[in-house]
């Protein structure tokens, strides 16, 4: 296997640039991390999940659906001239991705994305490039091609033709790279969260969690909807038409089912009409009613929403809340 240092892996990402739209982590002035393009700012590979959502790179916060303009004609954007190449995501980020591949091809497919998505070659990035050099979990094929920090050097694994193509083009000083030892260590990470979601998942099958529960944990919320807006799995949108002298602009935006207005009627009815049934929303939606509709949780543990939640009520947080209230039945669920 290849293995690249810091610096030929920079190298070799410019290196793309003529033929590709290349997206990494990079410092923006401000100081965050972020995934952009490798002129608006440097390169900063090492420090764990980005906070932003990496899947906006496909579904934006704010994009043109399409322009009206006055013959009854419509115009949408073109594809992008050139491939994508978005290093970046995490293994459970990954797992993200993969849901909202399906959740946009599904029925009605959705163009929009799968413009930017269809051909777009994705990186993951592993390994010991935790924030605090810790180890973040392989993804082992969820992606084209993984690039697995060591603690010194990317170790480079490439799971599609696409992949490997590019793997072909890189240079470096060092091949031979095994991945064994960190493919152990990556297995033998805990999953204790993932067990926690299960739990929380089982008691709102089976309506164990009573109304009270919600009406507490809604209380805390503060509707600022941090916690839709770095999820990876979430794909609410509004719809607005903006006006221009030659045209009619659909765009579409983030929505978030935390807002009052999320699923409110005309006439003014809302099925969503307090914090405690959003906030069951929003936990019942990931854990419950995607797992009957996809046969899966939609909840990949990205860590975003908990990181994010001003008052604590992320969903790995509502979730132990829930469990450790409810032991008994859900000793009784798992028993
Ligand atoms: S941890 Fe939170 S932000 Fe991440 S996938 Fe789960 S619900 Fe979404
Ligand atoms: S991040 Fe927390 S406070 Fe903000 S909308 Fe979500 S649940 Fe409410």
């Known amino acids: 296997m290849k293995a690249l240092t810091q610096t030929e892996l920079e190298t070799f990402l410019h290196a793309l640039q003529p033929a590709w739209d290349v997206r990494a982590p990079i410092r923006l002035s401000d100081g965050t991390r972020a995934l952009g393009r490798?002129?608006?700012g440097p390169l900063a590979l090492l420090g764990g999940r980005i906070p932003r959502k990496p899947t906006d790179v496909f579904f934006a916060q704010q994009?043109?659906?399409?322009?009206a303009l006055p013959d009854g004609s419509f115009r949408q954007e073109e594809p992008p001239q050139k491939p994508l190449f978005v290093l970046g995501f995490t293994a459970e980020d990954l797992e993200c991705l993969e849901f909202i591949d399906r959740f946009f091809s599904s029925g009605f497919a959705d163009d929009i994305y799968l413009r930017k998505r269809s051909g777009a070659v994705i990186g993951g990035l592993t390994g010991k490039c935790g924030s605090?050099?810790?180890?973040?979990?392989i993804a082992g094929g969820t992606c084209d091609l993984e690039l697995v920090f060591d603690g010194e050097r990317f170790i480079?694994?490439?799971y599609s033709e696409a992949g490997e193509k590019l793997e072909a083009a890189m240079t470096c000083a060092e091949s031979g790279a095994s991945l064994e030892d960190l493919r152990r260590a990556s297995e033998a990470l805990p999953q204790d969260n993932r067990r926690l979601l299960e739990q929380a998942s089982a008691l709102?099958?089976?309506e164990r969690?009573?109304?009270a529960f919600w009406a507490e944990i809604g209380e805390r919320c503060i509707a600022c909807t941090g916690c839709n807006l770095v999820c990876p799995t979430c794909t609410c949108f509004g719809v607005q038409d903006w006006r221009y002298p030659t045209h009619i602009e659909r765009?579409?935006?983030w929505d978030s089912c935390q807002l009052d207005a999320f699923m409110r009627e005309a006439s003014g009815h809302n099925p969503l009409g307090s914090e405690a049934l959003r906030t069951r929303r929003r936990i019942h939606h990931k854990l419950a009613a995607d797992l009957r509709r996809w046969g899966h949780l939609t909840c990949y543990l990205c860590g975003r929403c908990d990181t994010t939640c001003p008052t604590g009520i992320?969903?790995?947080?509502v979730a132990r809340e829930m469990v450790a209230r409810h032991a008994g039945e859900t000793a009784r669920l798992q028993g």
């Open 251 to 253: 765009s579409r935006m």
């Open 209 to 211: 969690v009573p109304d």
């Open 38 to 40: 490798l002129e608006e």
């Open 156 to 158: 480079v694994a490439a």
């Open 63 to 67: 994009e043109k659906v399409f322009d």
């Open 314 to 317: 992320g969903i790995v947080a």
């Open 204 to 206: 709102l099958i089976a």
């Open 132 to 137: 605090a050099g810790e180890l973040l979990r």
